[in-house]
């Protein structure tokens, strides 16, 4: 039985398609492709067969026509019993590739909600686009089996029948790995992992580290993850600014498996997302990840994180833009000394509950279902 996953704007190495969904299901036995567009060629890594549509055009207009085509004709020629979409703009594709085999959509993102914080959509037109394609997505979701990434989306999709939630959990196993071979670093560092961006903590997260430098608290930050030209620019320019320019390293993207091992020096991990639609009703994949590397964790106090902070002693909530809050929250656990281990194995404990583990059995059986499905 063969399953093509295709995506036009992830990378093939990306967390939750390849790293789980695709790793998983070879796992349970299944012929698995993935269709990506990178320009880096076709290969097989772990027994995934990875199929390259070109490299990503220059210009969204152009990735979300001539570049979803290209995608499309390379998951026809894979030949597969079940296609698996993740990106909005191949749903378009929907009809045609239901035509060659079954098809299930994976809901990364509440697109609609998504798109009313889009930074490169005007603001006068961002609800306006949201309910527009609310209204195009319905349509085009019609009798389509989806898979959502949180559980929050079933308020707004209520009327998607055939559905599984499956939660973007870390591979726990491998991060216990990682964190037991791993030695923390001699000063207190904090660590940051994923897009780096102001709606996502960045510039907040510089003023509380400049409060924390004119308190003469000793720090280090690892910032890890992509960040447009611009904004890595203005970051570097206000560290230089704060004086704390050699206290602060910018990886830009890393693997994650790497990234992680980076991660796992730290003491404290960061998830400061500022307030937007789309991220309130999310858990911010990085935090289980922390957890499962046993570091504390500094997130945003939105309700959903504030009921996972009361269960568990490690996670620290803080308004998403208050910077002498975030100050105050990391000079907390930098002075926790011997507490700070107990939070660490409490952090290890929690993680078995928040395990992709768990979600590959309800993936499997999801996939399994709609194939048998006649």
Same mark, same amino acid.
């Given at each position: ?25 070879? /796992? ?166 994923? /897009? ?60 994650? /498996? ?99 583990? /768990? ?16």
């Amino acid at each position: 039985m063969i399953i093509t996953h295709l995506t036009s704007v992830h990378r093939r190495n990306d967390n939750r398609i390849f790293l789980k969904e695709c790793r998983s299901l070879a /796992e349970a036995g299944f012929e698995v492709n993935l269709v990506v567009a990178d320009g880096l060629g076709d290969t097989t890594i772990n027994g995934i067969r990875i199929l390259d549509a070109g490299a990503k055009p220059g210009t969204r207009f152009k990735r979300m026509t001539s570049g979803v085509w290209h995608v499309l004709k390379k998951a026809l020629d894979s030949r597969a019993d079940l296609f698996v979409i993740h990106d909005p703009e191949l749903l378009t594709m929907a009809p045609f590739l239901k035509r060659h085999g079954k098809l299930i959509f994976d809901m990364h993102e509440n697109t609609p909600k998504q798109l009313e914080s889009k930074e490169w959509i005007p603001g006068v037109l961002r609800k306006p686009a949201a309910r527009a394609f609310k209204l195009l997505e319905r349509f085009l979701l019609r009798g389509l089996p989806v898979v959502f990434a949180e559980k929050s989306y079933h308020e707004d999709y209520s009327w998607i029948k055939k559905n599984a939630t499956i939660l973007n959990m870390p591979r726990v196993e491998n991060l216990r790995n990682v964190a037991e071979k791993t030695l923390k670093r001699d000063v207190f560092t904090l660590g940051y992992i994923g /897009e780096v961006a102001e709606k996502r903590g960045s510039v907040n997260t510089l003023k509380a580290l400049k409060i924390l430098a004119d308190r003469k608290l000793p720090f280090f930050f690892e910032c890890i993850g992509h960040a447009e030209p611009a904004h890595e620019h203005t970051l570097r320019s206000l560290a230089k600014d704060y004086g704390i320019e050699d206290l602060i390293r910018f990886r830009g993207y890393m693997p994650n /498996e790497q990234g992680l091992k980076t991660i796992a020096e730290c003491h404290a991990g960061l998830s400061v997302l500022r307030y937007a639609p789309n991220f309130t009703g999310s858990y911010p994949t990085k935090l289980f990840e922390y957890m499962a590397l046993g570091i504390p964790a500094v997130v945003s106090d939105f309700p959903l994180y504030r009921r996972l902070a009361r269960e568990n002693q490690f996670i620290f909530t803080v308004p998403p833009d208050d910077p002498l809050a975030l100050a105050d929250a990391l000079q907390k656990i930098m002075t926790l000394g011997v507490r700070r281990e107990d939070l660490q194995k409490a952090a290890e404990l929690a993680a078995k509950k928040y395990s992709w583990a /768990e979600e590959e059995k309800k993936l499997i059986a999801f996939v399994r279902e709609i194939i048998d499905t006649a």
